[in-house]
């Protein structure tokens, strides 16, 4: 398949790009297409909504296994599930696109631009906004706030949907053989999927 030529504009011409990280299937296309305009984004590893941790360890190790493919370096952060379930508490009815998954948007998004602000990075964005099973608008508020304390660190806001990156990860997918899981991540996602098969 073509590879997709996309264009668009770094926000302020930032060299510095740390790279939130669902996955290595949602981040393929993207990864790929930056790299195709000059930018070697460090890749930054953080979910710790991901349950059990065994699926955890499998998405991470398939993002880790694509990075390397690259040269590209990844950060894995740590993994605290306990402190995800806290963050939630109370959300764990909430429906997909509800207010569990901004909160959960916003947990991840703040340990982002907190490690960038404490390593020199100048731009963060998630490859979260590929996913048409996520809300943008969720994704993209939980950005600005993670950056609003950090003058230094600015937040990305770009529809990684379109411009063929979506077809592009499909065929990226099958050319490495990743593994493609079938809920968001979190429990409750999952138990969701499970309730309506």
Same mark, same amino acid.
């Given at each position: 398949?073509? $590879?997709?030529?996309?264009?668009?504009?770094?926000?302020?011409?930032?060299?510095?790009? !740390?790279?939130?990280?669902?996955?290595?299937?949602?981040? #393929?296309?993207? /990864?790929?297409?930056?790299? *195709?305009?000059?930018?070697?984004?460090? /890749?930054? @590893?953080?979910?710790?909504?991901?349950?059990?941790?065994?699926?955890? !360890? =499998?998405?991470?190790?398939?993002?880790?296994? @694509?990075?390397? &493919?690259?040269?590209?370096?990844?950060?894995?952060?740590?993994?605290?599930?306990?402190?995800?379930?806290?963050?939630?508490?109370?959300?764990?009815?909430?429906?997909?696109?509800?207010? +569990?998954?901004?909160?959960?948007?916003?947990? +991840? !998004?703040?340990?982002?631009?907190?490690?960038?602000? %404490?390593?020199?990075? #100048?731009?963060?964005?998630?490859?979260?906004?590929?996913?048409?099973? $996520? #809300?943008?608008? *969720?994704?993209?508020?939980?950005?600005?706030?993670?950056?609003?304390?950090?003058?230094?660190?600015?937040?990305? %806001?770009?529809?990684?949907? $379109?411009?063929?990156?979506?077809? +592009? +990860?499909?065929? =990226? =997918? $099958?050319?490495?053989?990743?593994?493609? *899981?079938?809920?968001?991540?979190?429990?409750? &996602?999952?138990?969701?999927?499970?309730?309506?098969?």
């Amino acid at each position: 398949m073509k $590879k997709p030529k996309w264009e668009f504009q770094v926000p302020g011409g930032a060299e510095k790009v !740390l790279l939130h990280t669902c996955c290595a299937p949602c981040s #393929s296309a993207i /990864i790929e297409c930056l790299l *195709q305009h000059g930018v070697r984004p460090v /890749i930054y @590893y953080c979910n710790p909504n991901i349950y059990p941790e065994e699926e955890y !360890l =499998i998405r991470k190790n398939e993002c880790t296994r @694509y990075a390397q &493919s690259l040269g590209l370096d990844i950060v894995d952060a740590d993994y605290d599930h306990a402190a995800w379930l806290q963050a939630v508490r109370g959300l764990e009815d909430e429906p997909e696109r509800g207010g +569990r998954c901004l909160q959960c948007f916003r947990m +991840r !998004l703040q340990a982002t631009a907190r490690y960038a602000h %404490e390593h020199g990075f #100048s731009l963060i964005t998630t490859t979260l906004a590929s996913s048409r099973w $996520k #809300s943008l608008e *969720q994704i993209n508020e939980a950005g600005r706030q993670a950056v609003s304390p950090y003058p230094d660190v600015v937040w990305w %806001e770009q529809n990684w949907r $379109k411009g063929g990156l979506s077809e +592009r +990860r499909v065929a =990226i =997918i $099958k050319e490495y053989g990743f593994y493609n *899981q079938q809920y968001c991540g979190c429990e409750f &996602s999952c138990r969701k999927l499970e309730s309506s098969e």
